[in-house]
């Protein structure tokens, strides 16, 4: 119910969430352009897209492991999509040899666990050390590797702003039409049922590479809309 309260610290309103996203947005336009189509073969998308599903599910396994919010998990899935794309960028530029080579097997997961490991410091207030995250997941790399790939993430300007949820639009959006009840027809008892549901889509979102680059206040607005019309309700 906390979610619910206009004001409670934490609670962010629409306004704020859109300008924090849009910051966000304009930083990642910054960091890169679009990829030319021909960069990435068909084939490797595949087998990334492969390792994606399965990297994001094992997220939300450590996750509920840590008893950490499971918002961290489209954090770390946020950046890493973004990792992969900058090392794409880096290798569709580069006349290195070494640069050149396609994203391994072994590189992807060192980029996945670093990914998840700074995604939990900076959405959460869960204290973890690489070491503790590495011992738990029983990982061959050790706290310098992530180190050194972290340095290179943020190297970008994006990967220092604040990554905003589509769950915590999400929240934002129902405490408005909470507050509008006589017109929306959603109390809070419904709006906390609705989360739920509106939830678990969003989850699911985060698993599927189709949806790695709709905004998050996209995502959260196409969620409660799909929920509500199942409901026979409907939003302007």
């Not at 809070?188 to 509106?198: H, P, R, Y």
């Not at 985060?206 to 196409?222: G, I, K, Q, T």
Request: glycine share 2%; proline share 4%; with cysteine.
């Amino acid at each position: 119910m906390a979610w619910l309260q206009p004001g409670r610290e934490g609670n962010k309103t629409v306004r704020q969430l859109f300008e924090e996203e849009s910051v966000f947005r304009h930083h990642s336009g910054i960091d890169s352009h679009l990829l030319d189509a021909n960069s990435v073969c068909k084939r490797e998308e595949q087998v990334i897209n492969i390792w994606r599903s399965s990297v994001a599910q094992w997220y939300y396994d450590v996750i509920d492991h840590l008893n950490a919010p499971r918002e961290s998990v489209y954090v770390a899935m946020n950046f890493l999509d973004r990792a992969v794309d900058r090392h794409h960028q880096e290798q569709h530029r580069s006349q290195n040899p070494r640069l050149m080579e396609d994203l391994t097997k072994e590189g992807y997961e060192l980029l996945s666990t670093t990914c998840l490991f700074l995604a939990i410091r900076v959405s959460s207030s869960f204290q973890l050390k690489m070491d503790q995250l590495l011992r738990m997941i029983d990982s061959q790399f050790q706290p310098k590797d992530l180190q050194q790939q972290g340095a290179w993430l943020l190297e970008c300007p994006s990967f220092k702003q604040i990554v905003v949820s589509p769950v915590a639009f999400a929240k934002a959006f129902l405490r408005v039409l909470v507050n509008d009840a006589p017109a929306s027809g959603l109390d809070a008892q419904k709006a906390i049922s609705l989360l739920e549901t509106v939830t678990y889509l969003l989850e699911l979102s985060v698993c599927d590479p189709a949806f790695a680059r709709v905004p998050a206040s996209e995502l959260a607005y196409a969620a409660i809309a799909a929920c509500l019309r199942h409901r026979n309700h409907d939003i302007a």
